[in-house]
């Protein structure tokens, strides 16, 4: 798996812009930029989620846990209809 850092500083290169006009497009300070690119760890979610909306990246959640106690997509679907 790629590390956030790098995902964000590839993200930011490939869509042309500076760090400085990252920040600005996200609403953010540009050391927060800067810290993501060089590995800061303690950064809030909300922060987060503005500057994955400017890269266009998306986040999707998996949870083992819930996967084993989860019903299966066939037990809640509903039942053919007859003709």
């Given amino acids: 798996m790629i590390p956030l850092s790098q995902l964000i500083q590839n993200h930011r290169q490939k869509a042309?812009?500076?760090q400085a006009q990252l920040a600005k497009l996200a609403g953010v300070g540009?050391?927060?930029v800067w810290?993501?690119?060089?590995?800061k760890e303690s950064v809030q979610w909300?922060?987060?989620q503005k500057i994955f909306r400017v890269l266009n990246i998306t986040v999707?959640?998996?949870s083992p846990l819930l996967q084993r106690t989860a019903i299966p997509p066939e037990a809640s679907a509903p039942p053919p209809h007859s003709a």
């Fill in 16 to 18: 042309g812009v500076t």
């Fill in 30 to 32: 540009k050391t927060v």
């Fill in 35 to 39: 810290d993501l690119e060089h590995g």
């Fill in 46 to 48: 909300d922060t987060l």
């Fill in 60 to 62: 999707e959640w998996h």
